[in-house]
Structure formats: C-alpha cells, structure tokens
C-alpha cells in the first residue's frame, strides 16, 4: 500500500498528531512517543507521522541515559528483535511494530532500524525505508547491501538522482562488483525514462505528445543542465565542449566537463589528457585536482583487471601483475603529494593506508602517528596504529593506543565496533582471554551480526563459558 500523508488522517488522529508535534517541540519525548504510537496503530501508512516518532526516538536516546543505559536496552532488545525477524517472514506490518517498540527505548537499534526497512520496502513504503537506511548507511557506508538497498528505495519513492548517487559512492568502494554495476544501469535507464516523460506517461498524467514535443531540445537542455554521463547520450555534448574549449582552451568548467565526462565512458587515456590540462592552467597547486588525478588512474588499473578473462590460463600472473603495478603507482604518487603537501594530515592517512596494504608496518606507524593530529582522521589513524603495533609483536601498545581511543567514543557506532573488536583481537593474542571476551561481548549486546562476534559469543557460552 501506498504512504499516505496528515491530510488522509482523520480529525481526531490530526489533533493527537499535534499535541505529538507539540510534544516533541517542547522535548518530552516520552509523551510525543506515546501519542505518536497511537497514532500509527491505526494509521501505519503515514509518513509524517512515523518521521515525527523517529525524531523523538533519536532525540530521546541521544539524550536520556549514559553509556550503561544503552547497554541495558540493547541488550534487553534481543527477544524482541527474534521475534520482529521472525515476523517479517510472514506480516511485514506487525514486524514494522515490534521494530518500533525496540527503538522506542533505543532510537540507535541497528537490528530494529533493518527490520524497518525491510518491512518497509515489501509494504511498499519507500519514504519509511530511506528513513531507516539513511541511518543505517551513514555508520556503514562501505555496506553493500544497505547501500544498495538505500538506492532501490530511493528509486522506489521517485528520487532516481539520489539513488544514482549511492551506487556511485559504492562504485568507488568496489569498483568491480557486477551488483552495483547493473543497479546504477537499472537506476539510470529508469531516470531517463522518467525525464523524457514515459513514467507520467505510464501513470496516465502524460502523453505521446508530450514527449516527442521538442524532445531534441529538450534532451540538450538536460544533457547541459544535469551533466548527463551513459555514453549513448554524451557524444554530441562532447563535440559541443571541444567545439567551445577550441575557443576558450582556458575554460576550466569545459576542461573538467570534457575530463570526467570521458572518464565515466571509460576512456582513461582521453580523460587525462584533459586532467592534464587543467593542472596546467591551475599550476599544479590544487591539491585535490592530483588526487582527482591518481583516483583515474587507479581506476584504469581497475578496468583493465576487469576486462581479464578468468578462464585463461595465464589470467592469475596477468592479474596479479596489475594488482602490484597498481599498488606501486599508488604509493608512489602518494608520497608525491605528501612531500608536495606536508601540512595535509589526510594525505598522510592515505600513505599510512597504501603502505600497510603494502606490508610497510614502521612506514605506516610513522604516517599514522602524524594523521592522528587530524580531528577527521583520528579515530581510524588510531586503529591503524594499533593494527602496526599489533603486527609487529608489540600488543601492549596497540591495546594501550585502543583504550586511549575508546575514551572519545561514548556512542556504540560502527567506529567504536572496530575499535572494540579489534582491542579483543588484541587481547586474544596476549592471552587475555577473559578480557578479549568481554569485548566481544560488548559487541553482542548491540549488534551480534557483526563480524565473527556472533560466533564467538555463542561458542563461549555452548563451552561452559559465563
């Protein structure tokens, strides 16, 4: 069933809504909760009103309890959150409302906000499913699954271009997987469905007419606009901005129109020749232009490792050559913009990273040990750094580095997951084994599908363990 907006209540169900809204207003939270519960047991379809609920929720568990408080419910939570699983296999509803009574008393409820969303998306209720990814996606946004789910949902309640825009982001972080490449094809054919009319014209709102009414104009005036990228739309544009940069070679915006309109096509060679041109008119001291720069060229490896046959018998050393020539040319030209930029704490995160991939632990260490001064950076500098201590025997460091870093992590996110796990990673190998399961634990209680925790948890405690 479609969302339904206030206007569908009916009176009294508007007049409880207000006293919600006014509630919330006034930071009773607990009382907002409760009217607006009332409201979606009869009405669960209404966006609006499930919205308002979210907001109580977060804002109460963001600000009522400490770090204890939290413990409690989430752990509290677990047989609920069983038996809202358990439901969604068969009333998607009901499981929505069992969800929902777990984040009434814990707003930050990874499980319950999943079930949520799943609920949501087979009620066909977009707007609510994006409401819970979002918040699922932004403590996890290298999750696969949430983000593509995130991007359907946004597909689902009519924004395309926001969709487009999650399976790009997760397109840099997996450059090669098949999934996210025919999502953001899905999503893209059906934007450029919607533009060119067909999607009024299949809810009835349009017509033929409509759309072949100056189409031609009308496809430039979106190329121009919007920055259209699918390399069966962008050629005439393309002749367009090298017939306008013959005129003005300066032109910056065409120099970067042409450059990252090639490199969506996957034309690399072409692309930075345009990069090239830019760093030319701007000097070179664009810091973010090289790395613009670097990210092609990484990319081009990318490409050429997918376009290998499996199936070859030489397709392993073929592979594996390009994965370390890749790896070369990225440390490499990172350290260029570190000695370039040798204030830019990011840039020395980034080094840290490539030269930990690489084996290099003491280099890393070094870098890291610079980027922790980096507000932005200084949770992950400092999990790499215990990582490098880690690796090289030096464990009473690494967990020593940890605890200092949980002391600024109040909030159980996926931050604080990390660097608990691996503080219990740590504490196994220096054979702490009551205190390595106490972290792990701690992970239990708000998340038990994170990692191996699950696991471990479990085979603790079927071994006799308290």
């Not at 969709?163 to 090669?176: H, M």
């Not at 390399?231 to 970067?256: F, H, I, V, Y």
């Not at 390009?322 to 980034?350: G, S, V």
């Not at 608990?420 to 054979?431: N, P, R, S």
């Amino acid at each position: 069933m479609a969302e339904k907006t206030l206007n569908d209540l009916p009176r009294d169900l508007r007049m409880l809504y207000t006293k919600g809204h006014d509630a919330l207003q006034r930071e009773n939270f607990d009382y907002a909760i409760e009217l607006l519960t009332q409201i979606l047991a009869r009405e669960p379809y209404v966006f609006e009103v499930r919205k308002s609920l979210r907001m109580a929720q977060l804002r109460k568990t963001g600000g009522g309890g400490g770090f204890f408080k939290r413990a409690f419910n989430s752990a509290s939570s677990g047989p609920m959150v069983a038996k809202a699983q358990m439901a969604l296999r068969n009333d998607a509803l009901e499981a929505m409302q069992i969800a929902e009574q777990i984040l009434n008393g814990d707003g930050n409820n990874a499980s319950a906000q999943k079930i949520v969303a799943d609920a949501a998306l087979a009620l066909e209720m977009p707007q609510t499913a994006v409401m819970s990814l979002e918040i699922l996606y932004k403590n996890a946004p290298k999750d696969k699954t949430i983000g593509l789910k995130l991007a359907e949902a946004w597909a689902q309640a009519g924004n395309k271009t926001k969709a487009e825009q999650i399976c790009e982001e997760l397109r840099v972080v997996y450059p090669n997987d098949n999934d996210i490449f025919m999502a953001l094809k899905n999503v893209s054919a059906r934007k450029s469905l919607d533009e060119q009319g067909y999607g009024a014209l299949a809810s009835g709102e349009g017509s033929y007419r409509d759309i072949l009414k100056d189409k031609d104009e009308s496809v430039r005036l979106e190329q121009e606009n919007r920055q259209v990228k699918a390399a069966d739309t962008t050629q005439d544009l393309l002749q367009d901005w090298e017939s306008r940069l013959e005129k003005e070679p300066g032109n910056l915006k065409m120099l970067r129109n042409l450059a990252e309109t090639y490199a969506q096509r996957n034309e690399f060679d072409r692309a930075l020749v345009y990069f090239d041109r830019m760093l030319a008119v701007d000097g070179g001291n664009d810091s973010s232009l090289l790395k613009q720069v670097a990210d092609i060229k990484v990319r081009r490896f990318n490409h050429l490792l997918s376009k290998l046959d499996a199936n070859a018998p030489d397709f392993a050393e073929k592979s594996e050559q390009i994965k370390l020539e890749r790896q070369a040319f990225q440390l490499e030209e990172c350290k260029q913009r570190a000695d370039r930029y040798p204030t830019d704490l990011q840039i020395k995160f980034e080094l840290g990273v490539l030269y930990f991939d690489a084996g290099k632990l003491t280099e890393a260490q070094q870098e890291f040990q610079k980027a922790v001064a980096n507000p932005h950076r200084k949770m992950q500098a400092m999990i790499y750094l215990a990582k490098c201590f880690a690796a090289r025997g030096m464990n009473d460091l690494a967990a020593k580095r940890l605890l200092e870093a949980l002391k600024d992590k109040p909030a159980f996110d996926e931050e604080k997951k990390d660097l608990v796990y691996t503080l219990g990673v740590i504490y196994e190998k220096m054979g702490k084994k009551d205190e390595s399961m106490e972290q792990f634990k701690a992970i239990y209680e708000f998340d038990s599908s994170y990692r191996d925790v699950g696991k471990r948890v479990e085979d603790h405690y079927a071994a006799g363990g308290g």
